[in-house]
């Protein structure tokens, strides 16, 4: 499935699903499924109200998805889209407003940093003999087509594309031939990050932490349809123009053993995200640093574009 948190007008996110630029409503489609049974009473309130929750409901809680997506595909398949709109059942893909898969206030955003050797070699460091982790707060993830604000406290803005795996099966001390059956799906984080103020403050933190700094979509694809993370291209646009284009089979640490060691002694939660790091192509090694006004689009095999435009705070 192709998760998405979804906005109408000014109505709160809500969990639905793309299918042939359609968005489907998953939680009504769930009530109307229920309707056609009699069984309002029961459905009412019963699908999850937000992609964590969706996420923290385990097995159930997919399979209603799931139930709810075939019933939806079956409605935009036969039905026109017009009509399944006022029914509040599916919308037109150009006329919603996606938001981050998993909206702010997230879990914890676990992030990879120099996990691609040629990106190692362009910063000028050596190739990590253990993966190296940092986090960003959750409250600087915006979604798709939202502003990515240029600080003035920064002058070397930059970009990063990655892969991240979002946790659905709580596990600590996983084994790393256990890893992926811990993984929900797949989105795409843009690890935006001040170069200047990660020089300056010794650690990577402050400098990858700004409002705004965190750009998460545009959908969560559920785990069975990658069954493979590690043979995706990666790649980042500014303005059209190739900056970054990789593979993520070119990663030093694969998803699997990134989650192995990260969850030793440490229990990763359902929701949680790890943002896997990114391949070389940076600004920080070509000096071509974002400016207000620059669009990036991160894209990852798979899963799509995540697009954003650098603006003034």
Known sequence: MHLVTFRRGRSQGRVGAVWNQAVLDLGAITR????????????RGGFPKSMLELIQGGAPALEAARTAWEAGKRLVESQPLDELARRKLAFPLAKIRLQAPIPAPARNIFCLGRNYADHAAER???????????????HAVV?????????TVTKELDYEVELTAVIGLAGRDIPRGEALRHVFGY?????????????????????????TFCPMGP?????????????????????????????????IFPVDQCIEVLSQGLTLLPGDVIATGTPDGVGA??????????RM???????????NKVASP
């Not at 000028?124 to 959750?138: I, L, M, Q, S």
């Not at 979604?143 to 600080?151: K, N």
């Not at 493979?228 to 990666?234: K, S, T």
Request: proline share 5%.
């Open 297 to 307: 689009e991160a894209e990852v095999e798979r899963i799509g574009v995540l697009a």
């Open 187 to 211: 989105t795409i984080i843009n690890d935006v990050t001040a170069r200047d103020l990660q020089k300056r403050h010794g650690q990577w933190f402050k400098g990858k932490s700004l409002d």
């Open 219 to 251: 959908i969560l694809v559920t785990a069975d349809e990658i069954p493979d993370p590690q043979a995706l291209a990666v790649s980042l646009r500014v303005n059209g123009q190739v900056r970054q284009s990789s593979n993520t089979s070119k990663m």
């Open 124 to 138: 000028g460091a050596a190739v990590p003999e253990h993966p190296v982790y940092f986090t960003k707060p959750a």
């Open 285 to 294: 090694a070509t000096g071509n640093f974002l400016k207000v006004g620059d």
């Open 143 to 151: 979604g798709p087509g939202d502003r990515v604000l240029h600080h």
């Open 32 to 43: 109307d499924l229920a309707a056609q049974r009699g069984a309002v009473g029961r459905a």
